[in-house]
């Protein structure tokens, strides 16, 4: 069974920095290579939303909510995408999804931001 397992939430103070993990230990990796990668997020009340994306070829997309402050990124030869957050603000807190190709998700990890 294909999984995706999410680590690196947590709580930080406003300003602050996470770096989230997206390990597919049981994907083959010529399968995990060329699938895009997506992080997504989901505050209380609100619908999940794209935070970021990569491709394959390492090209990426942003919400602009988080342009300048987030970077995605992957390393194919550990079949993990991670997502480096800087200089967080309270409204980022939300549980942040991994997902492959849109279809495959992790469980979900905790950001809490506080000011």
């Known amino acids: 069974q294909v999984q995706l397992v999410e680590s690196g939430g947590g709580s930080v103070q406003a300003g602050g920095s996470l770096r989230l993990s997206c390990k597919a230990p049981?994907?083959?990796?010529?399968?995990?290579?060329?699938?895009?990668m997506a992080w997504y997020r989901q505050a209380p009340g609100k619908q999940r939303e794209l935070v970021a994306r990569?491709?394959?070829?390492?090209?990426?997309v942003y919400a602009d909510s988080v342009k300048g402050r987030f970077t995605v990124s992957r390393d194919n030869s550990r079949k993990t995408a991670y997502l480096q957050m800087n200089d967080l603000k309270v409204e980022d807190t939300a549980v942040y999804y991994c997902?492959?190709?849109?279809?495959?998700w992790g469980q979900g990890t905790q950001v809490t931001v506080s000011g």
């Open positions: 997902s492959a190709r849109d279809d495959i």
């Open positions: 049981r994907m083959i990796t010529s399968t995990y290579n060329a699938l895009y």
């Open positions: 990569v491709s394959s070829s390492g090209t990426t």
